[in-house]
């Protein structure tokens, strides 16, 4: 599996878009990428998976390349509750996830 | 929905003994996982399985082993406990290459 790249720390205001840029250069064919929001004591939880291009829901947007060697998480308008650890995972047939560092992402008031 | 349950939530072990964690989902997801994550360190696989009676290794087996007997069930066993094991311990199902779904993990302290 593609290993993954993500910066360890960023700060933000509070109401600022956050992108969070993840390198995946081994990335193979058959590979998604998702991304993973975890608080404190509690497991991940899933934030948005995607192939190509971009893919939006109601809480973030992923920006993938043509050449899908990275991959980057937008937050829009980030609040106190978006403190939080992300992971960037490269995916591929449910059989193995492995998670990088992740980057720790601290929103001030 | 249940989703994914681990028991217990919280244990100590001295040093040699053995326990069982538990974990069982009730989403009929085929494919079951299971990571530790040291404190402050991102999640490290250890086992996982594609369906009932199917166990691969993940990064870090040693010291761990498994078994799915069936869909719902996937229990990790620790053998000879040693304080490199003390960690957090998270199980999580998936039905592919969607998400994943985490249980609330198991503290585990050997001392």
């Known amino acids: 599996l593609a290993k993954t790249t993500q910066p360890i720390s960023m700060d933000s205001y509070e109401g600022q878009e956050v992108n969070i840029t993840c390198s995946h250069n081994n990335i193979a064919t058959n590979d998604y990428i998702t991304w993973y929001q975890q608080f404190p004591s509690q497991g991940p939880r899933f934030i948005i998976q995607g192939y190509k291009t971009k893919v939006t829901n109601e809480v973030a947007s992923l920006f993938i390349p043509a050449d899908r060697k990275s991959s980057t998480l937008s937050l829009p308008r980030v609040s106190l509750s978006d403190t939080a650890v992300y992971y960037c995972?490269?995916?591929?047939?449910?059989?193995?996830?492995?998670f990088g560092t992740g980057t720790s992402l601290t929103v001030i008031p | 929905n249940a989703g994914v349950t681990q028991t217990p939530k919280f244990r100590i072990l001295k040093i040699g003994q053995s326990m069982t964690l538990q974990c069982t989902q009730d989403m009929n997801h085929n494919y079951m996982y299971w990571y530790r994550q040291d404190p402050g360190m991102g999640l490290k696989l250890i086992y996982y399985?594609?369906?009932?009676?199917?166990?691969d290794k993940g990064e870090v087996p040693n010291g761990y082993n498994v078994s799915r007997s069936t869909t719902e069930d996937f229990p990790l066993r620790l053998e000879l406990a040693a304080p490199s094991q003390t960690s957090v311990y998270f199980c999580?199902?998936?039905?592919?290459?969607?998400?994943?779904?985490f249980g609330e993990g198991s503290r585990l302290t050997v001392l």
């Open positions: 999580a199902s998936s039905y592919g290459i969607g998400e994943l779904f």
């Open positions: 399985s594609v369906g009932a009676g199917i166990t």
């Open positions: 995972l490269v995916s591929r047939d449910g059989n193995q996830f492995y």
